[in-house]
């Protein structure tokens, strides 16, 4: 069963087409990664699905509900969109408890969920006083009040300290086990890739993969770093291997070679016979990030979107 | 939509909110009475016109409902602070992002909108019996200062009380209204106030200046009408019907936007 079916949804904003045809569907199962850089549309996505914003064409469901109802669904759905929204001069507490009350929430669910996201002892404060992190766990706190099948969580490490960024991803891989599904947007891919068991990646609007993070990380590219024990020997080891037929890069102060681990040695006698002495040689495997720029490019999708107006306001 | 009420009321309760209504209700009725007093106790009569306020003759002043007289004379102050309230809090859930929260956990966005109006109401009830607390305990000192006779005022005083806050509860309602509107379509508190502001003072005197243009149907001195249980010019029960028109054209307008319009940054 999928939680969430898009099929062909556009939307545009003026020029810009922010969704193209998108047809997607996510399980029910654990946690979802949705990813993609600035301006792909996950945020246009995602307001679509909470009946934020009407798509220009094509159709979605979340739930089983279309999103022309989305009522039918609401209360299913735990959300935290964007930034952590709440009124600075009342305490966490009357914050959550004013959304209970529109949710119909027992009040207790407010006690619940302020000890889930550790915020017990200071929720009589004003949120005003709370750092960016704390008002991250008050709007985590929000989103798990209605004790939803269903969370998007668009950001939720944002602001957090490094313990405070394991202590949600705990969180979060807890949700996903107790059965709930968790989509989680995030620019941060290190934690995409730690917490997550489904992947779906955007750019401009446009899917460009859905589907388990194991096959994702399929296409990881082996190679081997090395670098020479004097710096003014790597431009001759360069030529010297990729005369050889070595696949090289140059990157940062290291050759990247492609090459399984296996070939290790083959590649020391190489950098050998070619007089050079190797002070460095590692085996590496592309990360997420890697996997996610070399699909993606290396492009700002705001920046690019800016650019497409442009010209075709030129044009 | 009782739920959005309730929700709408816990968030209402923001100490700093409270304060700067009831405070400035209070702030205008000890000044406006104190004036008041004062100017017609020495003779004196607004020109015609003047922008915000209107002040009972030396008689009004000394009949029953003299001791109320300074809620009427106020009521555009009070509509003043009224509408910026309204519009302070509508503009504050887009300010804040919570417009995106509420919506998704609601998504009847009529349901979000009656809730607030209804709980807006509420408070507004609130702040009208703020006032009318306040003109009584400043206009009797400020009147026996003045020489101004209070024999009459003990007649009828539950009637001449409650009429008196009914009459500008139910203009500071529209007053409300017209600030939860403007703040709808123009999603800023500063933009709604300017502009409720900018109408009352500069508009609605400009085109009162204008001989040739009838002014009885201004929003400014409709709801005076109705703060004052009707006026020479206009009587009480057609200011009421206006009044109840330019709400529910608000309503109306602020509703389909509110409901058809996207919900962005």
């Not at chain 1, 008002?135 to 798990?144: S, T, V």
């Not at chain 1, 990247?256 to 002070?279: Q, S």
């Not at chain 2, 609130?126 to 005022?153: F, Q, Y």
């Amino acid at each position: 069963m999928s939680v969430v079916t898009t099929t062909n949804l556009t939307r545009r904003f003026g020029p810009i087409t922010a969704l193209d045809r998108l047809t997607v569907e996510l399980p029910a199962t654990g946690v979802i990664g949705l990813v993609g850089p600035n301006g792909s549309g996950k945020s246009t996505l995602i307001r679509i699905l909470l009946g934020l914003i009407r798509p220009t064409s094509g159709s979605a469901s979340v739930l089983g509900s279309a999103i022309s109802s989305p009522a039918h669904y609401a209360s299913r759905v735990g959300v935290l969109v964007e930034s952590p929204a709440f009124i600075p001069g009342l305490s966490a507490r009357t914050n959550l408890v004013s959304l209970a009350r529109l949710r119909h929430v027992p009040l207790e669910r407010v006690d619940a969920v302020l000890a889930q996201v550790g915020l017990v002892g200071r929720d009589r404060e004003p949120v005003k006083r709370f750092s960016l992190g704390m008002k991250q766990r008050l709007g985590i706190a929000a989103a798990l009040l209605s004790d939803p099948e269903l969370l998007i969580l668009d950001e939720p490490t944002n602001g957090l300290d490094p313990a405070g960024i394991v202590e949600i991803r705990e969180l979060l891989r807890d949700l996903g086990r107790e059965g709930r599904t968790v989509i989680v947007s995030s620019h941060q891919l290190s934690e995409i890739e730690a917490v997550c068991d489904h992947l779906v990646v955007i750019r401009f609007g446009e899917l460009i993969f859905s589907g388990p993070m194991a096959e994702m990380m399929k296409r990881t590219r082996e190679h081997i770093d090395i670098a020479a024990e004097h710096a003014a020997d790597m431009e001759r080891l360069e030529a010297a291997l990729a005369a050889e037929g070595w696949a090289v890069t140059a990157v940062d102060d290291v050759l990247r070679v492609a090459a399984a681990a296996d070939r290790a040695a083959d590649l020391n006698r190489a950098a050998a016979a070619a007089g050079v002495t190797l002070r460095r040689l590692v085996f590496a495997q592309d990360n997420l990030e890697e996997i996610f720029l070399e699909m993606t490019g290396r492009v700002d999708g705001e920046l690019a979107n800016g650019r497409a107006a442009v010209d075709e306001k030129v044009a | 939509m009782f739920a959005a009420v309730r929700s709408e009321l816990t968030r209402l309760r923001q100490p700093r909110l409270l304060v700067t209504w009831f405070g400035l209700m209070t702030l205008f009725a000890v000044m406006i009475n104190t004036i008041m007093v004062t100017y017609v106790s020495g003779g004196s009569s607004l020109p015609p016109g003047a922008p915000g306020v209107a002040f009972p003759t030396l008689a009004e002043l000394e009949s029953p409902s003299g001791l109320m007289s300074g809620l009427a004379a106020a009521s555009s102050m009070f509509g003043v602070v009224t509408l910026s309230i309204w519009a302070v809090v509508t503009a504050g859930d887009y300010g804040s992002g919570l417009i995106r929260l509420l919506v998704a956990a609601e998504p009847r966005r009529w349901r979000l909108l009656a809730g607030k109006v209804v709980a807006l109401v509420v408070l507004t009830a609130a702040a009208t019996t703020v006032a009318a607390v306040v003109n009584v305990l400043a206009v009797m000192p400020a009147a026996g200062a003045a020489g101004i006779s209070t024999a009459a005022w003990g007649t009828d005083l539950v009637p001449v009380v409650a009429g008196a806050w009914v009459n500008l509860f139910l203009a500071l309602c529209v007053w409300g209204v017209l600030g939860l509107v403007i703040a709808t379509l123009a999603r800023s508190a500063a933009v709604a106030i300017a502009i409720g502001i900018g109408y009352v003072l500069v508009v609605e005197s400009i085109v009162k200046m204008l001989e040739d243009v009838p002014s009885d149907w201004l929003l400014g001195t409709t709801l005076n009408a109705v703060a004052s249980g009707g006026t020479a010019t206009i009587a009480y029960g057609t200011a009421l019907a206006l009044a109840l028109g330019y709400v529910t054209l608000g309503l109306v307008v602020a509703g389909v936007v509110f409901v058809r319009r996207d919900v962005t940054d």
